[in-house]
């Protein structure tokens, strides 16, 4: 992600969009998550930021900025649309919390009225019901679960577990 943060191009690109006084929202590794703040000086590679909150100022990089609105709410406590019956396709990727409190993860198999039918990655199947489900974001697809062609679940299922 640093890599990304200090690319000349992304840096020309987010700097060609701020201007002194512009609101914006930047991502705080501390905080994990956004925080509000106005711009107050562009520099060559970093900004100067003033937080809403706490009118403290701060040197960020360029690619901290949230310069197109995008969710960095991931995972089961993140804010999203809840999955239900709905929303889910069989073959979707999807997590859930077991009774020991540990995330499982797998594909959907079957779509019941209350629950779906989970296939995890080390074998078992699960009805899960789908207020504890979660989607499962695949990068290597850039889709949010949706099957298509393989992806990483695959290989973990073909790992001696299938």
Known sequence: MSIEMDRPGRIAQIRARLKA????????????????????????VRLVVENHHDK????????????DDVSVDLGPGATQQPVDRHRLRVGDLVGFRDRDNAEQYGRVLALNQ????ILTT?????????ALLFPV??????SA??????????LL??????
């Open 56 to 67: 403290k100022r701060w040197s960020i990089p360029f690619g901290a900025v949230n310069i």
């Open 114 to 117: 209350k629950s779906a039918s």
């Open 137 to 142: 974001y695949d990068a290597a697809a850039g």
């Open 157 to 162: 299922l073909e790992d001696g577990t299938d």
């Open 21 to 44: 006084g512009d609101d914006v929202q930047y991502f705080d590794r501390i905080a994990n998550g956004l925080i509000a703040a106005t711009v107050i000086e562009l520099n060559r």
């Open 122 to 130: 080390s074998g078992r199947r699960w009805r899960v019901a789908y």
């Open 145 to 154: 679960g949706r099957t298509g062609d393989d992806n990483i679940l695959d």
